[in-house]
């Protein structure tokens, strides 16, 4: 590719105006790319609304948790009392 620096005001021109045809010919799928990722998103959004409203309607439907168990004590692990020898005199 040449140089810009080197290039006379007339391959300058046209140069510019090839870009410019080249992004105007982009544009419809540039359009088409944006209308499908907005989309795309637009369905994440509901989804994860979706989500929401249905874990808030699970803990609304949930019976109250019991308070009772929560307290109950803890059994004892089994272990053996360790006692000091004695010492005979």
Request: hydrophobic share 30%.
């Amino acid at each position: 590719m040449e140089n810009p620096e080197n290039l006379s005001p007339e391959e300058l021109a046209a140069r510019k105006e090839d870009m410019l045809t080249f992004y105007k010919e982009s544009m419809p799928y540039l359009e088409a790319q944006f209308q499908y990722e907005k989309m795309l998103s637009e369905i994440d959004e509901m989804r994860l609304k979706r989500t929401q409203i249905q874990m808030t309607y699970a803990q609304m439907m949930a019976p109250p948790e019991e308070e009772g168990l929560m307290d109950e004590p803890q059994p004892e692990p089994k272990t053996k009392k360790r006692t000091l020898k004695k010492q005979e005199a």
